[in-house]
């Protein structure tokens, strides 16, 4: 094989994946055949390269392969990731997520920056966009007061295999609280006060109300008070004030 072509070259057009392999390898058969699904999954996105390290040793000399399989990953000329060993399928499509060069994101970026408070073109570039999760999420988390069932469609979007995923779920229960409906009792009243505060921007009057509904009942309506006051630490971000000021309360009105 030409490597300089097949690789260094093509890689200069779009990623190239380099699947460094031997044909008494175990290991290696493992994850051969989820590679090539990966790639047609791909459609096109990227190529796969396979090289037999028993025929061209110089090559794995050349790249330091210490054990096989070694998978690298080639942008512009570069191999920019890497792993090694038969990780399991799901596994190797979180690390093409996390390492696959998307032009779209600057697109992303140059919009996130420029919106001042406006979400219109953010939702037209998702809507151009479905399969760009971390666009959905951006949607989701810039119109999650306004609009938590437009939230929770982009939240609900993003894969499970995905880097965004966990934020995501972390997310969801925030969108439950805003849906909740007001009940005629105690814990109702206080997880109905905790959603009004945060319609209203008074995160710190939520906090308190939620941290209270958990010391009632913190199972009430499948946990909601709990599961909401977690998401809200998360969508304030772990160095806000706020954050920093409850969450000691909240861990103590769990025991």
Request: glycine share 4%; with cysteine.
């Amino acid at each position: 094989m030409n490597f300089n072509k097949e690789v260094i070259e093509e890689s200069k057009k779009r990623p190239v994946m380099v699947d460094f392999w031997a044909p008494w390898c175990g290991p290696c058969q493992f994850l051969g055949p989820s590679l090539e699904e990966l790639e047609r999954e791909g459609k096109g996105k990227w190529k796969l390269v396979k090289v037999n390290t028993d025929e061209i040793q110089e090559l794995a000399s050349k790249y330091g392969i210490r054990g096989i399989p070694d998978v690298r990953l080639f942008v512009n000329g570069e191999s920019v990731a890497q792993f090694t060993g038969a990780l399991p399928k799901h596994q190797v499509q979180q690390w093409l997520d996390k390492n696959l060069p998307d032009h779209r994101e600057k697109e992303l970026q140059a919009i996130l920056a420029a919106m001042n408070g406006c979400s219109a073109q953010l939702q037209e570039f998702v809507s151009r966009n479905p399969d760009m999760p971390s666009a959905s999420l951006a949607l989701a988390e810039k119109v999650l007061l306004e609009n938590p069932e437009l939230a929770t469609q982009m939240l609900k979007r993003i894969p499970p295999v995905n880097e965004h995923y966990q934020k995501a779920q972390n997310l969801i229960p925030l969108t439950q609280l805003l849906n909740f409906e007001k009940q005629e009792n105690d814990i109702g009243a206080l997880i109905f006060k905790a959603k009004e505060s945060v319609l209203n921007a008074d995160f710190e009057t939520a906090i308190i109300s939620l941290i209270e509904a958990v010391r009632l009942e913190k199972s009430f309506y499948d946990e909601l008070a709990r599961k909401a006051t977690i998401a809200l630490f998360n969508y304030l971000g772990d160095q806000n004030e706020l954050t920093k000021k409850y969450r000691r309360q909240f861990d103590m009105a769990l025991y």
